[in-house]
C-alpha cells in the first residue's frame, strides 16, 4: 500500500513569516493530494489540493507544489495569521479514492 | 445543511460493552469511509465501502465490523471494547472510484469514543 511520510511534525512561526510542511509519498499510481486543515476539536476540512498532471498551485496564501519524480509535494503558507494554527494533513491518493494520510504538523503561529 | 453527519459526538461506554456509531451523506457520494484518530492525532483508515463492498480493509481488530444499509449510510460496529479503543473517530465520503482522479473527501464532525 501507500506511505506517506510528512514533516515537520510540529512548526512555530511568528506571524507574517511563512510556513513550508513537506510529504513524501511512495506509490507512483497516486494521482491526488490534498491538504486538510483540522482545528482544535473539529473535522479535518480540505483546503488546497494537487492533481499529477500540474506541478503547482496556488490559493490566496496558500500553495502546493508536487514533484512527481521525487514522489514529494510540499505546501506553503505565506503570511501566516493566528487562525492558521492547525494541524495539517497531507494524503495521497489513487484511482479507487484509497485516502492515505500523512502524520500531521501541527502549525502554531506566535502572534 | 450537513453534508456528513455522524452520531453521537460523544461516547463513553465501559469496557467489554457493544456500541456503534452512525454516519450519514447527503452528498451522493459512491464511497464512505472510516477513520481512527489516537492521541497523537493520526488519521488511520479503518473502513472504506463503494457501493456496499468493502474495498478498504486495513488492519483493523474483527471486533470492527461497517455495515452499510444504503449508499447514503456507513454504520461502524464495535463488540468488546477495549481500553486502547478510546480514539475520535470520523466517518468520510467522496465521490465514485471510476473517476480518473481521486476528489475531495468530506469528514463528518467526529465521534469521541471513551472506553473506561
Known amino acids: 500500500g501507500e506511505n506517506v511520510e510528512q514533516h515537520p511534525s510540529t512548526l512555530s512561526v511568528q506571524e507574517g513569516d511563512s510556513a513550508v510542511i513537506k510529504c513524501t509519498y511512495s506509490d507512483s499510481a497516486s494521482n491526488y493530494f490534498p491538504w486538510y486543515k483540522q482545528e482544535l476539536g473539529k473535522r479535518p476540512q480540505l483546503i488546497i489540493d494537487?492533481?499529477?498532471?500540474?506541478g503547482e498551485k496556488k490559493d490566496q496564501r496558500i500553495a502546493v507544489t508536487l514533484n512527481k519524480t521525487a514522489k514529494h509535494f510540499s505546501l506553503h503558507i505565506t503570511e501566516t495569521q493566528p487562525e492558521d494554527s492547525a494541524v495539517y494533513f497531507c494524503?495521497?491518493?489513487?484511482?479507487?479514492?484509497?485516502?492515505?494520510f500523512g502524520t500531521g504538523t501541527s502549525l502554531t503561529v506566535i502572534p | 445543511d450537513t453534508a456528513v453527519s455522524q452520531t453521537p459526538k460523544y461516547l463513553v461506554t465501559q469496557m467489554g460493552n457493544d456500541k456503534s456509531i452512525k454516519c450519514e451523506q447527503n452528498?451522493?457520494?459512491?464511497?464512505m469511509y472510516w477513520y481512527k484518530q489516537d492521541s497523537k492525532k493520526f488519521l488511520k483508515i479503518m473502513f472504506s465501502y463503494n457501493n456496499k463492498e468493502l474495498i478498504i480493509n486495513e488492519t483493523v481488530p474483527n471486533r470492527f465490523s461497517p455495515k452499510s444499509p444504503d449508499k447514503a449510510h456507513l454504520n461502524l460496529h464495535i463488540n468488546s471494547l477495549e481500553l486502547g479503543d478510546s480514539a475520535v473517530y470520523f466517518c468520510?465520503?467522496?465521490?465514485?472510484?471510476?473517476?480518473?482522479?481521486?476528489?475531495?473527501?468530506?469528514f463528518g464532525q467526529g465521534t469521541r469514543l471513551t472506553v473506561v
Open positions: 468520510a465520503s467522496s465521490q465514485e472510484l471510476q473517476a480518473r482522479w481521486g476528489t475531495e473527501a468530506f
Open positions: 494524503a495521497a491518493c489513487k484511482t479507487g479514492n484509497q485516502f492515505y
Open positions: 494537487i492533481r499529477s498532471n500540474v
Open positions: 452528498l451522493g457520494h459512491d464511497t
